[in-house]
């Protein structure tokens, strides 16, 4: 059986050709006969995106416009893959986590983040569909914290790997280590079962793992993500967060067309390996060059992350060099003060830290945004995901998804 989910259009394409019924007339040759399979199976592969991705029906039988044998075909040969959530809690600020159940009994997790619009006096218009009563997606924030806000941007942050085996010191998935990549099949239906829920706009690989690391899938996962016949997102709003493995990021340039965002998190090469160990093999200057030569098409900029921590990468020196290391270089900062957890001694810097270090940057130019971390109250937050159960090292049985729990 083969998942649905793992093949690309032209997968599909491939596996439906020799199954296409071209009547022959006597005077097409063999190349003219060939062509018109092809052109069959093209169509009733997007008729089968389509139903899937776009109308999200879930059985062969009910895609009525597709032929009995096609449909018998189909479910013999072809699973159409699901997640089922094992748990999922919403925080206060409206951001929705999600646990998902993997077929080996590991798990990952999802999260859903919305961005606030503005409040309801200044908006007309109708409420959103995904936020009416009954609504399996209500998503709203509790009503006692930011009730009317509407949202403007829906982002799904998605895991690529179980763990990650970067070991980044400050980021709880690094702590955990590497259990596994994740299939095809795997990263694609996190944002299948999320859309099912709620209008997603942005897909971001910031969830669980080093997307690069696990480079095939997340290309494979990426064309289905983006193509117009599948899950539909433009190019601008896929994007993939590495820690700077430098021949991925040289390859992905030439291999798809989606966002890139890079997480710098330091100005010298000695803080930086101090707290990221991929830098030892890829210093900055390594990995700036190939931000440098990164075919940047219709996204524009790059997006430099920068995660704060106290007393390590939050002086004036750091925002002093980092202005001069990305120079020339079409981009935007992002800093993300540290997220405290129980796995790591770092701080987060004062918000006054944080706003000083971003006046720095912005007064020389460089566009500078403070990510307000949302869905800090259930550990959804950057760099608080990790599996609860079965840990790569086995010594973390179980995490904080609390008491406040709710079924999906
Ligand atoms: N592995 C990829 C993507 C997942 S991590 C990467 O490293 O880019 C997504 C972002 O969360 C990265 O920018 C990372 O630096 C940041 N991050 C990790 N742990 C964090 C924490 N505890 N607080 C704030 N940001 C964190
Ligand atoms: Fe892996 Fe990214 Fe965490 Fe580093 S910050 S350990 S690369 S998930």
């Not at 062969?60 to 040969?77: A, C, F, P, Y």
Request: proline content about 3%; aromatic content about 8%; charged content about 25%.
């Amino acid at each position: 059986m083969i998942y649905f989910q793992s093949l690309t259009r032209n997968d599909l394409i491939t596996l439906l050709q020799p199954l296409s019924q071209i009547k022959r007339s006597s005077d097409m040759t063999p190349d003219q006969l060939e062509v018109k399979a092809h052109r069959q199976a093209n169509y009733r592969a997007q008729q089968i995106f389509h139903w899937v991705y776009q109308r999200h029906v879930t059985e062969w039988d009910e895609m009525t416009d597709l032929s009995k044998d096609l449909r018998v075909w189909l479910k013999e040969n072809i699973q159409i893959f699901r997640l089922s959530t094992r748990q999922s809690r919403q925080a206060m600020d409206g951001t929705h986590k999600f646990l998902w159940d993997l077929v080996d009994g590991k798990t990952i997790e999802s999260v859903i983040i919305p961005s606030a619009l503005q409040e309801p006096e200044q908006e007309l218009g109708q409420e959103p569909e995904f936020q009416k009563e009954g609504n399996a997606f209500a998503g709203r924030p509790a009503k006692e914290t930011v009730q009317s806000v509407r949202w403007k941007r829906l982002t799904a942050c998605i895991s690529s790997q179980v763990g990650c085996a970067m070991a980044c010191k400050f980021c709880l998935t690094g702590i955990q280590g590497l259990d596994r990549h994740l299939a095809v099949h795997e990263i694609v239906t996190q944002v299948f079962e999320l859309r099912k829920q709620a209008p997603i706009t942005n897909i971001v690989f910031m969830g669980m793992g080093e997307p690069l690391h696990n480079f095939e899938n997340v290309v494979k996962a990426c064309e289905i993500l983006i193509d117009q016949h599948g899950l539909n997102f433009s190019k601008r709003k896929v994007t993939i967060s590495t820690s700077g493995i430098v021949p991925a990021i040289e390859s992905l340039g030439k291999r798809v067309d989606v966002s890139l965002a890079v997480s710098l998190n330091g100005t010298t090469d000695e803080g930086r390996s101090l707290i990221m160990p991929v830098n030892k093999k890829w210093n900055i200057e390594k990995l700036l060059n190939a931000c440098r030569n990164y075919p940047l098409g219709s996204h524009r900029r790059i997006t430099f992350e920068y995660v704060m921590l106290q007393g390590l990468n939050d002086s004036l020196e750091d925002a002093q060099r980092l202005v001069g290391l990305i120079r020339g270089i079409p981009s935007k900062v992002n800093l993300i003060p540290f997220n405290e957890h129980s796995g790591s001694e770092f701080k987060r810097p004062s918000d006054q830290t944080v706003r000083i270090f971003q006046k720095y940057l912005l007064d020389r130019q460089v566009t500078a945004t403070v990510r307000i971390s949302r869905g800090r109250d259930i550990l959804a937050a950057c760099g608080q995901l990790r599996s609860v159960f079965g840990t790569a090292r086995g010594t973390e049985k179980h995490l904080d998804w609390g008491s406040n729990q709710s079924a999906v």
